[in-house]
């Protein structure tokens, strides 16, 4: 095949998972055929695009296919730290680092544990950095302490400082199921899911909440069969996470009478439960 030095422009994809630390463009020279430019560019977008949708399977199967190509692509390079990391890889996320200081590098030094008083920490970093990653990562840390309110706030500046549609209410969401606030997580749900009608985690949140209500008609209305099957089956295992043994034990039934067929697993944690 003839070989030729061709000038790649790697238009990098604008989108929340790695906004603000990407250049525009990187411009470089790489010995490859023009052929292999192109679906370069599209395993590279297409592995972008599984981060963003939480696909890290995906995600990651395509940033290492991008790597091994060219090894030094800082924005593969970069979806694949971010990958890792959402995928609790801390370890591996370690190898990709290039900046202690960075956003992703304290993400990944908190994780390890290698940060002592990380509240206190994130807090002051984060008046010179404001990212809403550093700020989704301080309502965590806080909502682990109970510290609910101070949380919640932390979400709504990561919803100011450009998280992704729908995050902030989310993680707002979340915070109130665990202070067992389940009304007020319902709408906080409700309105992630109005933000990012799409996002089946978001949809899934809410339905949980009607469960946990007591309103499992309404939790599965619009479902299929396999998919409300597979949506009870989750929420068990939440419920049995959660230590509802006698609300796994519903959920599982319900799963099974709806989509039998789809849920041997389900069957068996069901039996075991019954024990």
């Known amino acids: 095949m003839l070989r030729i030095i061709a000038p790649v422009i790697c238009l990098v994809v604008a989108s929340p998972a790695l906004a603000g630390t990407l250049s525009a463009t990187d411009i470089r020279e790489v010995q490859t055929d023009s052929t292999d430019v192109f679906e370069v560019l599209t395993i590279l977008r297409d592995a972008e695009a599984a981060l963003t949708a939480r696909d890290y399977d995906s995600a990651q199967q395509g940033f290492e296919r991008v790597l091994m190509h060219d090894s030094k692509l800082e924005s593969a390079r970069t979806g694949l730290r971010r990958t890792y990391i959402a995928q609790g890889k801390i370890d591996s996320a370690r190898t990709l680092m290039t900046d202690p200081l960075s ?59 450009g998280a992704r549609a729908g995050l902030a209410e989310n993680n707002i ?80 039934r319900k799963s099974l009478e709806i989509s039998p067929r789809h849920n041997p697993v389900t069957a068996e944690k069901l039996a075991q439960l019954n024990k």
Not at 112 to 140: F, H, M, V
């Open 173 to 252: 969401g979340q915070s109130h199921w665990l202070a067992g606030e389940y009304e007020l997580a319902l709408s906080a749900f409700t309105k992630a899911v109005a933000l990012a009608p799409r996002d089946t985690l978001f949809d899934n949140n809410r339905r949980r909440a009607l469960v946990r209500l007591g309103q499992t008609h309404d939790a599965i209305a619009g479902l299929d069969a396999k998919r409300a099957g597979l949506f009870l089956a989750q929420a068990g295992d939440k419920a049995v996470s959660e230590n509802e043994i006698k609300l796994a034990k519903l959920l599982y």
């Open 103 to 161: 956003a992703d590098g304290l993400i990944i030094r908190i994780r390890a544990g290698e940060i002592d008083n990380p509240i206190t920490y994130l807090t002051s970093a984060l008046k010179a950095d404001p990212d809403a990653r550093l700020w989704s990562l301080l309502g965590q840390l806080q909502d682990a302490r109970g510290e609910f309110s101070s949380a919640r706030q932390s979400y709504a500046m990561a919803g100011l400082a």
